[in-house]
């Protein structure tokens, strides 16, 4: 059966939060333009635009209403609750369980954002890392957040310069400690691994000029997360906002740079006994099984089984047998502009 790809974006700012400058009709009209499925908001520590009717279908892109839990460190993206969930006087984010747990007394879920954030201090940009890593019960966390990665670049004027004009050429992909940590959560318990944006359409000042840093039309060509489904979007809002959260929590998704090509059409699956087993799956091995990956265009594909690296193609499709339990997933490379750049990132299959 082959699922249905469905391409959104999670993390992101409206002028509803205090250092969001683009308004929800600003940021729709860019998601329709992008060919973007879903948007998942989530405005600072509040959910005024449900309040105020923007959650459900607008046009032909499904908007979801979460919060990004924010106080100094340890941000949260907290999401299918009715309340907004506060951090009270934990101002620097000392016990993000508590905030965790509040938000699963809702039946909410949530994701820990951009873990390894380091920010530029050329640029007086603020680190905001995750820094308590003993916590438990969240669905999953950030593995490639836009900002983080392009505010790595900016460790010189003139390189920064460059990095504004050209931001996918600049992008490095998730980072290796990140990933690593990935790996080794999802030996103790499977960890979602999902794309962030975190765009805030930022004004800033140069020599006098005044300029958005990344308008959203342009922004939403960066990292977006996609989900497989079963079943078709059909226009009832609850509905299909139930699917894009039980894809997610299925980690029935994987997270890419669609700017140098686009990566819907992506599949990673392993077949055994006759059933094909997708992303976010587990199953008990009794005999060989087929693993494949295949995507839209000939690439640079690895296979990292358990944190380690199984198989290095260059093709539009590998195959290849499953013979001992791990956890697999796949990466992709695209070569554009003569450098192989990162595309695709799947989250894993379980086999036991």
């Given amino acids: 059966m082959k699922l249905l790809d469905y391409r959104g974006i999670i993390h992101l700012h409206s002028s509803f939060s205090y250092d969001g400058h683009a308004s929800m009709k600003e940021i729709v009209s860019a998601a329709q333009k992008n060919g973007i499925d879903f948007l998942m908001l989530t405005d600072h520590d509040h959910l005024q635009a449900r309040n105020e009717g923007w959650e459900g279908w607008q046009g032909r892109t499904l908007v979801i209403v979460g919060e990004e839990i924010a106080p100094r460190f340890s941000h949260y993206l907290a999401f299918r609750t009715e309340r907004p969930v506060s951090y009270g006087t934990d101002h620097e984010g000392r016990k993000p369980q508590k905030y965790i747990d509040a938000v699963n007394e809702q039946g909410g879920f949530g994701f820990i954002a951009h873990p390894d954030h380091e920010g530029t201090e050329m640029f007086h940009v603020k680190h905001y890392p995750w820094t308590d890593w003993k916590v438990n019960a969240y669905a999953g966390i950030g593995i490639w957040d836009f900002m983080t990665d392009w505010q790595k670049s900016l460790n010189g004027y003139f390189t920064a310069f460059l990095s504004f004009l050209f931001p996918a050429f600049f992008l490095k992909g998730p980072p290796r400690i990140t990933l690593e940590r990935w790996d080794t959560l999802n030996q103790i ?130 195959s290849i047998p499953v013979e001992e339990p791990g956890i697999y997933r796949a990466e992709a490379y695209l070569k554009s502009y003569g450098k192989y750049r990162p595309w695709i990132f799947s989250n894993p299959i379980f086999v036991t």
């Fill in 189 to 318: 318990r499977k960890t979602v691994g999902i794309g962030e944006l975190d765009n805030h359409a930022s004004t800033k000042r140069v020599f006098g000029i005044s300029f958005v840093a990344f308008p959203f039309n342009r922004a939403l060509k960066f990292i977006s997360t996609h989900i497989l489904a079963r079943d078709p979007f059909n226009g009832d809002s609850k509905h299909d906002i139930d699917q894009v959260f039980h894809s997610l929590l299925n980690g029935c998704c994987y997270f890419s740079l669609d700017y140098f090509h686009r990566a819907k059409g992506f599949q990673f699956l392993i077949e055994h006994e006759k059933q094909d087993f997708y992303m976010g799956d587990s199953f008990h091995l009794s005999r060989n099984a087929q693993l494949t990956a295949s995507r839209p265009m000939p690439a640079k594909i690895r296979i990292i089984r358990n944190g380690r690296e199984l198989l290095n193609s260059i093709s539009a499709q590998v």
